[in-house]
């Protein structure tokens, strides 16, 4: 069945708030620059300083200390590598393109071909006939009680927290990354095939510099951390208790922006590592407000803030929730179904 975004949007009425939206989807050059200049500068002046501690012999805590707030800058990267991909951090789209490609190499993520997959995340999000467009895979009840044994297996082991935040990060940004995902174009090709050669050439030039084994000592930690991270936000964005999911038949795109898509509320220091990208209800509502005004909107616009909070402590539990049970309409547990 062919998807038409346009046409799905035409069948439901919007909102009559949402055009209030618009004034915050203005990009901003000072305030772009402003977090790129404090962002990549502490991120590469923190891996040098991890790779002087390797190299004279400091302990390795130290090291992943370090690490730990460089992880947190690599998270906040790939935020404003998210908003190059929607054309919103900056208000050109040849700087947009070229800032997001820089952002890119430094998550081991190619610009063009995620872009293409994140935007059929947008307009497939909460679609139960429309999954498997950078989302993370869940299976109906039904589903997983018709499905065979090992099926049953291979999916109770992918949603492992062990393999859904640990093993599954470091595979996506290391290796699922190198090359083009399902439907890629000729654009998407080459920007996998950029990203990959600008990666070899990171990794050629440290070795010649610092050395190899300094290199992995300090890139693959911090990656590690920054892709869990990543992984985390992005699961309790779209997989919480009350979550919308719907048949493509009824499936309702603005239901999806304020059902589907989590507040994450957060500390003021992880609002900030995190871009802010815990409004992901104002961000599924309209995708080209920049991250720096996802706040701003949400304060701004009552409907927004009617949307209950998703707390840390909350966002725990939503680990025991693996299956769509779409006749209690709402996420279960394995256990739940036994």
Known sequence: MSFNPVLVVAKVEKPQWYQATAKYAQRDTPTALRQLLTTLLPYLLLLA????????????????????????????????????????????????????????ILTFTAFHDWRRSHAGHHITAGDLDRRGMGDITTMTVEEYLAAPPLQRFSYRLYRHPLILLGVGPLYYFLLRNRYPSPGAKKMDFISVVITNLAIAGIIVAASLTVGLKTYLLVQLPVLMMAATAGVWLFY????????????????????????????????????????????????????????????ECYEAIPELQAVKPLTIRKSMGSLQLNLYDERQRKLVSFRSVK
Not at 237 to 257: K, N, S
């Open 236 to 295: 309790n964005q779209h997989q919480f208790e009350g979550v919308y999911w719907a048949r493509h038949d009824t499936w309702d795109p603005w239901r999806v922006a304020m059902e589907g898509a989590s507040y994450y509320q957060l500390p003021k220091l992880l609002e900030w590592v995190t871009g802010n990208i815990g409004f992901h209800h104002v961000h599924h509502t309209r995708p080209g407000i920049p991250n720096y005004r996802l706040q």
């Open 49 to 104: 300083l991890m790779a002087q501690t390797v190299r004279y012999g400091y302990p390795y805590g130290i090291t992943l200390a370090l690490g730990v707030a460089a992880a947190a800058l690599l998270t906040r990267i790939f935020i404003l590598f998210h908003d190059c991909t929607h054309g919103s951090f900056l208000p050109s789209p040849r700087w947009n393109r070229n800032v997001g490609y820089l952002c890119g």
